[in-house]
């Protein structure tokens, strides 16, 4: 079973940039499918971007195309969510979540078992 941390969140203003990460614990992450999703106050949970276990394939939402990368490092047991030119509108909690599913892209919250408990991202105008 594999646990979830995410940090990195934080204040920026429009035009910035942060780097998330989700350090994972458990021999197994090698193996998983990690997506972010992040959730705006008041709305639904979106999905963002998603990695495939070797990290081969990668696949993100268009409003997040061009702007956000997503990497990981197996032997660190780490994800991570490089977010660029970042806009108000990507204000919101970030979750990554993992599931050691074989289909990719992996783009509804459903289909992941395991999730960490989010961190804020904030941006200002």
């Known amino acids: 079973q594999v646990q979830l941390v995410e940090s990195g969140g934080g204040l920026v203003q429009a035009g910035g940039s942060l780097r998330l990460s989700c350090a994972a614990s458990g021999r197994t992450f090698s193996t998983y499918t990690v997506g972010w999703f992040r959730q705006a106050p008041g709305k639904e949970y979106e999905f963002v971007a998603a990695?495939?276990?070797?990290?081969?394939?990668?696949d993100f939402a268009d409003s997040v195309k061009g702007r956000f990368a997503i990497s990981r490092d197996n032997a660190e047991n780490t994800a991570y969510l490089q977010m660029n030119n970042l806009k108000p509108e990507d204000t919101a909690v970030y979750y990554c979540?993992?599931?050691?599913?074989?289909?990719?892209?992996?783009?509804?919250?459903?289909?992941?078992?395991?999730w960490g408990q989010g961190t804020q991202v904030t941006v200002s105008s």
């Open positions: 990695i495939s276990w070797s990290g081969r394939s990668t």
């Open positions: 979540a993992a599931d050691n599913v074989r289909h990719f892209p992996v783009t509804l919250r459903e289909e992941y078992d395991t």
